[in-house]
Every structure is written in C-alpha cells, then in structure tokens.
C-alpha cells in the first residue's frame, strides 16, 4: 500500500481560495482514478470531486460544484484540487484517495490536510 501526501491546507477566511496537492508516489498514476474525500467534525467522510485515468472526466458533489476544480498532471504523479469562495462548511480535513482502474475501491490514501475556513 502506498501513502500518498497531501499539502496544501491551512486556515483561511471564507471567501478566499486554497489549492490543495496530492503526491502519488511509486504509483503507475496514468492507471488510478484520484478523488478527493472530506470529514468534517463528527461527520462522516464524504466524497467531494473525481477525476478519471486520463484527467478528460470529472465529478463533483452538488455542494462544491462550481467553486472546486479538480485535475491531474500525470508527469508528475500528482492530483490537485483548486478551492474557490471558501466557505466555513467547507472546514474538514481533506484525503485523497487512489483507485487501480477496474478495482473496486480505494486503495492508497494520504493522511489528509486540514482545510479551516473562519467565517
């Protein structure tokens, strides 16, 4: 099992933006499906966007479409997820997640990245 390693997070005021990255490494990363997952507290995880293999198809969840934005640069083993108009319930901590195309689950996860929006 590989970790993979998130950056990327902090503390910011709602409204502003966050970038946050995922390091896949030793992973042949053209053949995982990445997605970005968030717990908030005592919440749930819940998924928040997708990106396929090839970076040509993407979900979001209703509650970040339009805000976040998800991509991949396959050269560099990484995922991103651009974060717009933050808001407070936007505050979890943030994992990423990597899936072998044609497995049925996740298997390699980071130890996520706290994101903390104040309104």
């Known amino acids: 099992q590989v970790q993979l390693v998130e950056s990327g997070g902090g503390l910011v005021q709602a409204g502003d933006s966050l970038r946050l990255s995922c390091l896949a490494p030793?992973?042949?990363?053209?053949?995982?499906?990445m997605a970005w997952f968030r717990q908030a507290p005592g919440k749930g995880r819940e998924s928040v966007a997708s990106?396929?293999?090839?970076?040509?198809?993407?979900y979001y969840a209703d509650s970040v479409k339009g805000r976040f934005t998800i991509s991949r640069d396959n050269a560099k083993n990484t995922v991103f997820l651009q974060m717009n108009s933050l808001k407070s319930d936007d505050t979890a901590v943030y994992y990423c997640?990597?899936?072998?195309?044609?497995?049925?689950?996740?298997?390699?996860w980071g130890q996520g990245t706290q994101v903390t929006v104040s309104s």
């Open positions: 030793g992973l042949t990363f053209r053949s995982y499906y």
């Open positions: 990106i396929n293999e090839s970076g040509t198809s993407t």
């Open positions: 997640a990597a899936k072998l195309f044609g497995a049925t689950g996740f298997a390699h």
